[in-house]
Each structure stands twice: as C-alpha cells, then as structure tokens.
C-alpha cells in the first residue's frame, strides 16, 4: 500500500500491531458514491470523469502489483470537490501471491467477477469487472444482478448478460453504456485489458471523441436484442435452480459452497464481510 501514491487512492497514514493490528487512513470530508444511486445529482459526462479517475486510481494499483478485489460503490468515495478516492484495500492480494480456497472467494456479490466467483487466480481485469458493474448500478440505480439469494445473484453473475442500461434508462448515452458493458463482459480476455485503457475511454467520451477501439461486435448487437423471457420459478423453485446451475458453472468451489449453509451469518461476516448480509441464516 506505501506504493500508491495516488490523488485518487485514500492515503494509510500509520501501520502498527500494538495494542491489536490497526491502520489509519486520512480524514476523507465527504461520502461514498454508494449515495449517488438513484439521486440524479450527476450528469453522465461527471460521472464519467469520476470514473476516469477511479480507473487511472487501479492501473497504478495494478502496475504495482495489487489486485483491490473488492471495488464497489460503498469503497469509493467523494470529497466536497467531488474527487474520488478508493479505498479499503483490505482484501486486496498482489499478483501471482497464492491464496487459500477459503479466500479466494472473497469479495462482494453483486460486483464480482465471474472468475473470481469460480475461484481462479484473478488478475487486474476482475477489478475492471467490479468497476463496471459500480458504475452500472450508478447509471441505472440498482445492481446489474439481483435476487433473493447469495445463490441467485451469483448464477446470474455467472449465466447471465445484464440488462442494457439504455434499456433501463433511455437517456444514459449509448457511449457511456457501452464502456459499462465492455467493462462487465463474461469473459476476462472480452474485457478491456487494463484500466488505463478504460481511463481513456471515458476521458473520449467526455470530449465527445468516437471510442470502440477495444470494442467487439458481440457487445453493440446484444444491446439491440430484445430480453429473453424467463421461466417463473416459486421461491424454492428458484433457490433450487440457482443452486444447480451454479454448481454447474463453478468447478473449484462444487464442495466448498454448500458448507455455507451451515454457517451463522454472524460467522460468515467474519470470514468475508462481503456476503454475510445476503445470505440468511440457517
């Protein structure tokens, strides 16, 4: 963390082990973007440089080695300037540092990427992952993934495409949506290979300059398809469902994730704060 010297990364101040393990980190006079949702306070082209910040924030991050694995809209805050700084890199690893199973999956839900749910080695476009789908549910006011399970969520992230926020939001520019969309695809080598190339992005975007040099055509046609109808499943229907498909998709955690179940929501918040909240407790 010493390495990130960065306007855009909040600042640790002091390090120490005595009387327990703490770190203190400057006085941040503001609030997290997570108070952005659904306010309308920002145009797109504001929210844009914020988000050309945060990128440039994670490529120094990631050529320094460090991976944050848990972008969300709750770790990034706003000064009164509207500056933004990340922070919490409390479950950030540095790349090619090994990591147990039972970490590995760590993180928040809704902004995970699909490798990360699976349990890979993640590298920096996980992050870039996560800082799509923040800045997705900035723009269209709700996650892109929800549902009434930790299971639910997690199928979704890994079988599902989001809705289109032009679809959700008819006056978010089809530029910036397609940047969120790049930012969030399945696959990691389908994302933009680095911050700094998504930084760029939406720095042309506010100066009204073409971007799509790292586009593919498969993101402009899925936003003109209309929504596949889904099946309608009851509640336990759709536990059971999500669960199997899950299973289906993940191959590391296939022994690991049912153990959950047995775990009290006081417990799993110890070992990840974040899912404790979204699973209920047996």
Not at 181 to 209: G, I, P, S, V, W
Request: net charge positive; with cysteine; charged share 25%.
């Amino acid at each position: 963390m010493a390495k990130l010297n960065h306007e855009n990364i909040i600042k640790i101040l002091e390090i120490g082990e005595e009387p327990l393990n703490y770190f203190t980190m400057e006085y941040i006079d503001g609030y997290t973007i997570k108070h952005l949702i659904g306010q309308n306070t920002l145009d797109c082209k504001n929210i844009a440089l914020i988000f050309q910040k945060c990128a440039e924030a994670l490529h120094l991050a990631h050529e320094n080695g460090i991976i944050h694995r848990d972008i969300k809209p709750a770790n990034i805050m706003l000064d009164t300037k509207n500056q933004p700084k990340i922070m919490d890199f409390g479950l950030a690893k540095q790349v090619n540092m090994q990591i147990s199973v039972n970490e590995s999956i760590l993180g928040t839900p809704a902004y995970m990427s699909p490798e990360q749910i699976e349990g890979k080695n993640i590298d920096r476009r996980s992050d870039i992952y996560s800082l799509g789908a923040t800045l997705y549910e900035i723009l269209v006011g709700k996650p892109a993934f929800q549902g009434e399970s930790y299971w639910s969520v997690l199928s979704q992230i890994m079988t599902q495409q989001p809705v289109p926020p032009c679809k959700i939001r008819q006056s978010i520019p089809k530029q910036l949506e397609l940047i969120c969309l790049k930012a969030m695809e399945k696959k990691a080598e389908d994302r933009y290979q680095t911050a700094e190339n998504m930084a760029k992005e939406f720095h042309k975007f506010q100066e009204n300059q073409y971007i799509g040099q790292f586009f593919t055509s498969t993101i402009t046609e899925r936003t003109k398809k209309p929504e596949p109808q889904q099946k309608i499943f009851s509640p336990e229907e759709r536990l059971d469902a999500d669960k199997k498909q899950l299973y289906a998709k993940l191959s590391i955690h296939k022994n690991q994730i049912p153990k959950l179940e047995n775990v009290s929501k006081k417990e799993l918040g110890k070992r990840s704060k974040a899912i404790y909240s979204q699973v209920a407790s047996p």
